[in-house]
């Protein structure tokens, strides 16, 4: 069984494989097929959708099946769906660029390396994805696949928790690396090969950093990581106001240790440093009374 127009109305660009959504068009609120169907016939052909979504057509036309597939609380009303010319019965994908198989037996859960961190995505095709990673990072490296689903990438994920970077970007370390390359062992027979002169536990390159915190409105707050240090130049400058680095240094261990305590996110730690070291010493209306604070401050 199949939605109908399947390919009209749910569209997704090739690199956007594997999105956990479906399109709710709103021209439905002035079709008169929708506003001749009750609630509960509105609410199962979305959650048709849903399973054809995810498994690239609808793969029983039972009722009671349906119902449970779908964790509805009564029998999908098959008949009146198909009557309504929203679904088709008797029919696979005929016009589906699925296919026959299900769409989450053709996804892939990738690796790309980029510098310091490796991002675990999932995809149906890994190296399309990779040209779309390339666009902000040129120096990304798909280091290999497995066949899995979204949720294999989800539980992946979960195992790398204390590795994160920020949302699919992970540190590189030694424990990252062993991780996937016994998953890809078991997947493939073969060694997954690492970039070993990039591999390292704290370090990430600049361009990296830059790429996936830019200032823009794709940016994500992040958590202060635990092995943070700050630019040279921010430090650099916070001397030149008068700081030492001793006030320095205990400043960036209370913002780390603030930031993981209280789950605080910031865009900029630099940014958010300066302000921190600037607020160790109180604020006077004399340049002589504030390098008289700092003076104490420091010692």
């Known amino acids: 069984m199949r939605i109908k127009n399947w390919d009209k109305y749910q569209s997704k660009r090739k690199d956007r494989d594997g999105m956990p959504w479906v399109k709710l068009h709103r021209r439905a609120l002035v079709s008169p097929t929708w506003h001749s169907m009750t609630d509960i016939q509105k609410a199962q052909f979305i959650s048709l959708l849903l399973v054809a979504d995810e498994h690239g057509y609808i793969p029983t036309e039972d009722p009671n099946l349906l119902m449970r597939m779908t964790g509805l609380q009564s ?35 990738y690796f790309v390396q980029v510098g310091g961190l490796v991002k675990i995505g999932v995809s149906s095709n890994p190296h399309a994805r990779l040209a779309t990673i390339k666009t902000s990072n040129p120096k990304a490296k ?109 400043s960036i261990r209370e913002m780390r240790d603030w930031s993981q305590s209280n789950n605080k996110r910031k865009r900029d730690w630099d940014a958010t440093l300066r302000n ?24």
Not at 82 to 90: K, M, P, S, V
Not at 276 to 288: E, G, I, L, N, Y
Not at 294 to 299: G, I, P
């Open 142 to 250: 798909l280091l290999g696949w497995i066949h899995g689903t979204q949720e294999d990438e989800y539980d992946l994920h979960k195992k790398l928790v204390d590795y994160r970077y920020d949302r699919e970007w992970f540190r590189l370390t030694k424990t990252t690396i062993e991780i996937i390359s016994k998953m890809y062992y078991e997947c493939h027979g073969s060694v997954l090969l690492v970039n070993r002169e990039e591999e390292k536990e704290v370090e990430v390159e600049k361009e990296v950093e830059e790429s996936l915190l830019r200032k823009d409105s794709k940016a994500r707050n992040i958590l202060c990581p635990k092995d943070w240090k700050a630019d040279i130049h921010t430090v650099d400058g916070l001397r030149t106001e008068g700081y030492s680095d001793s006030l320095i240094e205990r």
């Open 75 to 109: 029998e999908v009303e098959v008949d009146t769906l198909e009557q309504l010319n929203l679904i088709a019965c008797g029919e696979f994908a005929s016009d589906h660029k699925v296919g026959l198989v299900p769409s989450q037996q053709m996804k892939k859960v």
């Open 276 to 299: 921190w070291v600037r607020r160790a010493a109180p604020v006077t209306t004399s340049t002589k009374g504030q390098e008289s604070w700092r003076k104490v401050l420091n010692d």
